[in-house]
């Protein structure tokens, strides 16, 4: 059997049992290039205050339900095609992990021949190598007059390890839920959603309840992920299922591509929106901040 052909998850040398995606998934997963056409805006910001805050996972491995470690981290395209476009459009962007430990990007899944990713990871490579320290950032104090405009946590599996359960995470997005800032997410990323449950004041409400996203879905993790090789066993937990307890609803049951807007959270389903979820965020951050000033 030609090596692109096997289905079973690669061994991963750093780290006992654990498993990198089989050769087979990545040739349906992982084109050479991506979809990216562009991030030309000619009405970019230029007004120096408004920034995006960045919240990455400095996260390796994911412990899966049967106790094998599934070797993920943060997907780059998810993260890298966004960010080109919020970058085009100007505005500065802050990366943060919970602690200040660097980035940890799927390399697997890198684009080997698309220059627009290689160009913006090079751009943003020393900040995604230092980045800041989540819970120094929150503790600086976050009121109206923070200049964030939107805060952006792309996806990955690795993202289920420590975003959804950080205090510091749903502390910082309840913040832009009361400030009518923007939540901006793809794939596995609104996992993080549920953070915002995360040391909520006794008798508030969940912020999210009653809000619909575009998110990865379960279906995948618990069928084509494992008979792929994709991931190295049954998932600890699904995505969809612990939004849906919370209230939330997913609008998607395939991934196509699709970008969601609920009121100030923008959210995509898979790797295959990261361009479009780039544009929509892009200018609608652009149209919004027109008006603040």
Same mark, same amino acid.
């Given at each position: 059997?030609?090596?692109?052909?096997?289905?079973?998850?690669? =061994?991963?040398?750093?780290? $006992?049992?654990?498993? +990198?995606? $089989?050769? @087979?998934?990545?040739?349906?997963?992982?084109?050479? &290039?991506? %979809? +990216?056409?562009? =991030?030309? @805006?000619?009405?970019? @910001?230029k007004g120096g205050k408004w920034r995006i805050l960045l919240i990455a996972t400095q996260e390796r491995y994911l412990e899966m339900a049967g106790g094998e470690f599934f070797s993920t981290r943060n997907h780059p395209v998810e993260m890298l095609?966004?960010?080109?476009?919020?970058?085009?459009?100007? +505005?500065?962007?802050?990366?943060?992990?919970? $602690?200040?430990?660097?980035?940890?990007?799927?390399?697997? =899944?890198?684009?080997?021949?698309?220059?627009?990713?290689? %160009?913006? +990871?090079? &751009?943003? &490579?020393?900040?995604?190598? &230092?980045?800041l320290n989540l819970q120094e950032v929150w503790r600086k104090g976050f009121d109206k007059n923070t200049p964030y405009i939107g805060v952006f946590i792309p996806g990955g599996h690795g993202v289920l390890k420590d975003v959804p359960f950080s205090k510091t995470v749903g502390e910082i997005?309840?913040?832009?839920?009361?400030?009518?800032?923007? @939540?901006? $997410?793809?794939?596995?990323?609104?996992?993080s959603m549920l953070a915002a449950g995360v040391g909520k004041p006794e008798g508030g409400k969940f912020i999210y309840e009653g809000y619909k996203v575009a998110v990865f879905p379960d279906s995948l993790d618990t069928g084509a992920n494992i008979e792929t090789g994709y991931i190295p066993g049954k998932m600890p937990w699904l995505v969809g299922e612990e939004l849906r307890k919370l209230g939330i609803t997913p609008v998607n049951s395939g991934i196509t591509g699709e970008t969601h807007r609920d009121r100030y959270v923008i959210t995509g389903d898979s790797p295959l929106a990261s361009n479009n979820l780039g544009k929509l965020a892009a200018s609608t951050l652009l149209e919004d901040v027109a008006t603040r000033g």
């Open positions: 059997m030609p090596e692109s052909s096997s289905r079973k998850p690669v =061994a991963d040398q750093a780290e $006992s049992d654990a498993w +990198f995606p $089989s050769p @087979y998934s990545l040739t349906q997963y992982v084109p050479p &290039k991506t %979809d +990216f056409d562009g =991030a030309d @805006y000619p009405n970019a @910001y095609l966004p960010l080109c476009h919020l970058d085009s459009a100007g +505005f500065e962007i802050d990366i943060a992990t919970i $602690s200040g430990d660097p980035v940890k990007f799927e390399m697997w =899944a890198f684009p080997k021949d698309d220059q627009a990713v290689k %160009d913006i +990871f090079g &751009k943003y &490579k020393q900040k995604l190598r &230092k980045p997005l309840r913040w832009p839920d009361a400030n009518k800032r923007y @939540y901006i $997410s793809l794939c596995h990323g609104p996992a």
